[in-house]
């Protein structure tokens, strides 16, 4: 069974830093791995998609990537700002389920960035 | 989120009354999920669908039915509502893997 962990739970930064989040999944034959962003009472905002045989995606200040080998990605915010401040959801597609294409998370970083 | 929403957004019921929940597409997706979301336990998948009347069970299915005649529409039953279903709940969409994943703002639901 997949496993999807998050590092760390919480962290607060002051504005202006770079700071990386981390993920790890325990099954490393995943088809894809995406990063969401959720702000409080809202939804899952998508970040960046990658494929299992990409290595990186950037997406403005936000850069993603996978290792799968090592079962491991990161997401590398830039230059950080008070608006970042929201919980950050790893999630990855196994590639041998079959055509049901589930997603699996982890539990989520939630990142404070102070003014 | 453009393109999927979710009905209703909030409800209150009591126990053991049954709860339908909603979640309406426009995008022609071949996939949808629903999920709950509760504190210390993540996102976990309900049900899911691939296809009009193709659906199949997540890891926390029971209590729960789906059924999906059309395909913009997926609706999410709680047959005898307990305590333990109150949550928020997700819809997703997917065209296919390649793409990914698009969520529903969510409903949050409670059962008294």
């Known amino acids: 069974k997949q496993e999807v962990t998050q590092i760390p739970a919480a962290l607060s930064v002051p504005e202006g830093e770079n700071l990386v989040l981390n993920c790890s999944f325990t099954?490393?034959?995943?088809?894809?791995l995406q990063w969401f962003r959720q702000d409080p009472g809202k939804g899952l905002t998508s970040l960046l998609l990658?494929?299992?045989?990409?290595r990186e995606q950037t997406s403005g200040r936000l850069n993603a990537s996978l290792d799968k080998s090592s079962g491991r990605s990161t997401l590398y915010i830039a230059a950080s700002q008070p608006g970042d401040s929201a919980t950050y959801l790893c999630?990855?597609?196994?590639?041998?389920?079959?055509?049901?294409?589930?997603?699996?998370f982890g539990k989520g970083t939630k990142l404070t960035v102070n003014p | 989120d453009a393109g999927i929403t979710q009905s209703p957004r909030h409800k209150v019921t009591e126990t053991g009354t049954p709860v339908t929940l909603r979640c309406h597409q426009t995008e022609n997706h071949r996939y949808m999920y629903w999920y709950r979301q509760d504190p210390g336990h993540g996102l976990r998948l309900i049900h899911y669908s691939y296809g009009v009347k193709d659906t199949d069970k997540g890891e926390v299915s029971d209590g729960y039915s789906v059924s999906r005649s059309k395909t913009e529409d997926f609706l999410l039953t709680l047959e005898s509502a307990t305590s333990s279903q109150t949550s928020v709940y997700f819809c997703a969409i997917s065209p296919a893997r390649e793409i990914g994943y698009t969520f529903g703002s969510g409903t949050r639901l409670t059962v008294v």
């Open positions: 990658i494929q299992s045989s990409q």
């Open positions: 999630a990855v597609v196994g590639s041998s389920q079959g055509g049901s294409e589930k997603l699996v």
């Open positions: 099954d490393s034959a995943i088809y894809n």
